[in-house]
């Protein structure tokens, strides 16, 4: 038989510090939400009828204090049937995130195209159960490509900025 001794182990290290990028979500919440259904109680005599959706999509991001972010979600929803609003909700959902270790050309993306991907699908839940609660089906949505919808703004920003540039030579 063997002896077992101490020999072998390695000598322990001490703890070295995460030094990966993370996005911590430090709370959501819902920081505006309206429902309105205008033409109600009529409206619910024709639900044989598919409304049409329409749907406008917006984010919002500031620092609060040193690495601390608020980004804040916009989804704003309209159904009509024959050019008549079916319902209508406004919802503005809100993150508080901590950026850790991101370096500072970074910051901008994580806060319009992370954090959005991150909280979507409670932003999508309100609305469903919102519209639900509202006497109609659960809207639920498709999920949104941020990363898309991050370089559609970038580029509507770049061509406003060339316009201006353009106009003030």
């Keep these: 038989m063997a002896e077992e001794t101490g020999d072998n ?10 030094q990966q990028p993370q996005i911590r979500l430090n709370v959501q919440y819902v920081k505006d939400l309206s429902f309105e259904a205008p033409n109600a109680p009529e409206v619910f005599l024709k639900q044989n009828e598919q409304p049409k959706i329409s749907i406008s999509v917006d984010i919002d991001a500031r620092r609060i204090e040193g690495n601390v ?3 804040v979600l916009k989804l704003d929803v309209s159904a009509k049937r024959d050019d008549q609003p079916v ?6 959902y809100g993150a ?3 950026m850790v270790n991101l370096p500072d050309e970074q910051i901008e993306p994580a806060c319009l195209i992370e954090v959005p991907r991150m909280i979507f699908p409670f932003a999508r839940r309100v ?4 519209t639900r609660d509202g006497g109609f089906p659960p809207l639920l949505l498709d999920p949104i490509d941020f990363v898309r919808l991050y370089q559609q ?3 509507r920003q770049q061509a406003t900025q060339q316009q201006q540039g353009e106009a003030e030579n």
């Design 9 to 18: 182990q390695q000598p322990q290290q001490p703890p070295q510090q995460n």
């Design 69 to 71: 972010f608020e980004v």
């Design 87 to 92: 319902f209508i909700v406004d919802l503005a």
């Design 96 to 98: 508080v995130c901590t």
């Design 127 to 130: 609305i469903g159960d919102v």
């Design 153 to 155: 703004n970038k580029q």
